[in-house]
């Protein structure tokens, strides 16, 4: 059957969400790393001020307790630690020395020295070794209870100092002098250097924090502490934050921008007038006006940018089986995977500008500069092929999963929950498509449940309150597979807030990885532990690879769109006189 005849069997509901606006990513275009740097005889317009975009609110900018992408953000620009992400010329991040000057490793690749450079935070106090040091032991001491102290398990007797084991001054890093800081690893990390780049690791100054109770440290400009190019100016919490040029700053004389404005504005109608108006210097793509703004694009007037994020749009199976005790069945969830057509799904709930995923790591992730996708092939790719048009192949398989779990009622008795916190048009249209998907290919009936209380939702998964559960909640930390992965090591404990999954094979494929450096075969062992758990386990459901075109005012220069770390990097943009 051809997709335009399957597209007129949509019911009217779906259709008349589908006519409703949707944002609109990337149609999987190569990434562009950021507008052009321009020429030399470009003037620099008098007023260097930034306008740019921020989904979601942020509410504390304290390095090591802060949690949120948009916090990251701001704090990777008002601090300053090891280095600094930026793009490519495809679109990837690169590393770049900042706050180090330069590092060496040692043979045994267990040891990484770091020599600082000379600068100082805002307040004229010098950045030290010292600072680094009292960082990774205030995140990591369990009293404080930081959220990401996992980051910096790789550090050598992280796990012992927290279970109170030895003492902090066992912790693999020290201040070797002022200007030199030693981090030793429990093993070869070969992706280390990339989660360097994360705010944990920045350094602090207990001199300003104080009790680390208190946690007021980060929460309005007063409680900040810049060392990094900018500082926080003005902050209206839910609204905007604004950010000043920080004289202090080592290499302020390659800072040009004097303002920059982060504003919450939810509205797509808003935001294209703001645009239109040259109010807003940035903005990602929308139903309504992408077609407009692209033939501007086209034409020269503002620019395009297309890159591939860090999220990977996916459903999780409860290993419980859930509400109904069903899907913690493989065949059951598999059946339930390999039903959804994700080429037609992202054509109807985001007019095909969304990449159909068949694997689990996203499309912004690489490895030694080369796209993870393109060396590990997606495991559901053949899989999906040979079942998503074959009704009676679907329900046998489900039926096969009911037997194994001595469910004798009919398809047409079953009914599963699906848990979901997004409330979006877009969203909306793909949660219709795939109750009408499982509906009609297998026979069963679906119930949605929109959570959309962040903490409730979670609840609620945490308690096995579901049956299928649709994320986007995972953003990739570091670049590297592993950050994936790890999540299901049961080992690591973090799959309790994913469905549960344990598996020990599982487990033994990702331990499988320690000491392996080579990039070819850790590619190897990441393509195995996916294809356990998304193809023989379908534990977890890949949908679509989360992705954004950017539209950018044609008098911005050097802006970077980072696939992963943070929205934006602007510590050396600019503005044209226009």
Known sequence: MSKMTRFKSIPLVLAVLLIAGVLLPSCGKPAQAAVSTGSVSEKLAAAQELTLLVDNRFW??????????NEWLVINHINEGLFRVV???????????????????????LVYTFKLRDHAWEDGQPVTADQYVDAIIRLITPENAFSYAGQVEDIKNVRAFQRKEVTADKVGVRAVDDKTLEITLEAVTPYFFSKLSVPVYFPVRLDKIGDNSDESWGSSPEKTLSNGPFKVSAWEKGTSITLKKNPAYWDAANVKLDTVRLVVVDEDSTRAQLFNNQQLDAVAGAADYFAGWKQRADSGAIVQLERFGGRTIRIDFPASGGISGLTGNTKIRQALSLAVDREELVELAFNGLQVPAYGLFPKGLSLDGRPVRELIPEPLTGLSARYVNDT???????????????????????????????????????????????????GIHIETEIVADRGLNMQKIMEDQYDLS??????TDFNDP?????????SVGASIYFGGYNSPEYDAIIASLNGVTDTRQRAEIYAAAEKKLIAEDFQVMPIYYGQLDYFVQSYVRNLHFPSISTPYEFSRAYILEH
């Not at 793009?87 to 690749?109: C, I, P, Q, R």
């Not at 037997?403 to 793909?430: C, F, H, P, W």
């Not at 649709?470 to 953003?475: A, G, K, L, P, Q």
């Not at 592993?482 to 049961?490: A, E, F, S």
């Open 470 to 475: 649709i994320s986007n909640n995972i953003t």
């Open 87 to 109: 793009t490519d010329e495809n679109g990837f991040e690169k590393l770049e020395l900042a706050g180090a000057a330069s590092y060496t490793v040692s043979v045994d690749g």
């Open 482 to 490: 592993l950050h994936w992965l790890r999540i299901w090591d049961h």
């Open 60 to 69: 504390n900018l304290d390095p090591q307790r802060s949690t949120m992408i």
């Open 392 to 442: 009676a192949s679907l329900r046998a398989l489900f039926q096969e999963g009911l037997r194994e779990e001595n469910y004798s009622g009919s398809l047409d008795s079953i009914t599963l929950k699906v848990l979901t916190y997004e409330t979006v048009q877009a969203q909306k249209v793909m949660q219709q498509y795939l109750q009408q998907t499982w509906e009609d290919k297998l």
